[in-house]
């Protein structure tokens, strides 16, 4: 009787341990964003990306209450002279060991060297640089958000399936524009297509909305687009959102515009309702009196896998995680038609790209018949034997 009082007292004492909830902190590190846009339907949101993150922490918090664990959400906003380092080290001091960032290329290096050193994984939900992935690829990032090169590569199918195989390429003057020229011209010879012609629209700057009556619609734009070679379709790189959206029914010859205006890819867009996404999209609004835009539907994803690691290794430790993340048994529902993996050479996650007109969903690529021998999205972007990434 001894014996037996003995082992109950000792399982009494041991079940507060299990019950205990393990709580896990995700920090939210985000740039300020540019309110020059072309239209003011396009300005960000005072939670552009934070309500992401917010949602999915209500639908791992979901889960939580059977697994006993808690998620909370620490939000960090930059500044224009704001310091990465200290803002990262900050979040990490309130004991985000996870942190979803919504950075420029050269701040999310800073942060990852920081990050690097207090044991701490880096979300990237925004920047599409390929360099990322590739020749500045850390160990400490995983790329939730597409690169140029698979958002390019998604556009691209759709056009050759098209039999639209002649592009006629205007470009913006800002650096992003060259990073993201280079990403197409790489898709059409990738796929097979035939930019027959590159012209420059150079940015003199101006206030962009006020300045759309008279400079660079009804006049520019047809001058801008006259005596070209025959094109099918009149693509648009303009990351900067300076000039494409008065492209559309401005050019000199009625032709389709796609690229960064009329038909665009995108991660995620309001319009996608296939599924079951338009369930995501009704709770968002309904939470948050927006529609869901790309950043945010990162940022909510980022936090679904991070809730997925957890759930799974049943730890908070950031190692833990990462190891599953990367292993071959994880994988991740998006409301996109196929459960999304990690590629294991650059840390980027495959997903299919959507094709919006701003309206709905004119198709998802990768498109029928671009075929692989490992996974049909592995055609969108770098593939594993044409990485230069060396995971450091």
Known sequence: ????????????????????????????????HSRETLSILDLPAMDDGLAGALLGAVDNNT????????????????????????????????????IIADLSAQNLLDASAIAKKRDTILFNISAPDVNLREEDCRANIIHVAPDRAMLADGLAQYLIWKQWRRWLLIKGSHPEDDALAQAYRRAAKKFGAKIIEERLYQDTGGGRRSDSGSVQTQRQMPTLTQNAAAYDVLLAVDENNVF??????????????????GLYPTNWDAAHEQWGAHQLQNRFIANYHRPMNARDNAAWL?????????????????ADLLTYILGKDFSIAAFKGVRLTIRSWNQQLRQPILLSDGRMTI???PQEGFLHQTSELDTLGYDQPETKCRLQ
């Not at 014996?3 to 205990?20: D, G, M, N, T, V």
């Not at 980022?302 to 950031?318: F, H, K, L, Y």
């Open 1 to 32: 009787m001894k014996r037996l009082s003995a082992i109950l007292w000792l399982l009494l004492a041991a079940l507060p341990a299990y019950a205990q909830t393990l709580t896990i902190k995700v920090g939210v590190l985000r740039q300020t």
């Open 63 to 98: 889960t939580g209450k059977f697994t006993q664990q808690n998620y909370e959400v620490i939000d960090s906003k930059l500044d224009q002279e704001a310091d990465v380092a200290k803002e990262i080290d900050a979040l990490i001091d309130k004991g985000a060991h996870f």
């Open 244 to 261: 494409a959206a008065y492209l559309p029914f401005r050019t000199w010859e009625p032709k389709l515009v796609v690229g960064s205006a």
């Open 302 to 318: 980022a936090m679904r896998v991070i809730g997925e690691a957890a759930v799974r290794t049943q730890s908070n430790r950031p």
């Open 363 to 365: 198709s998802v690529s």
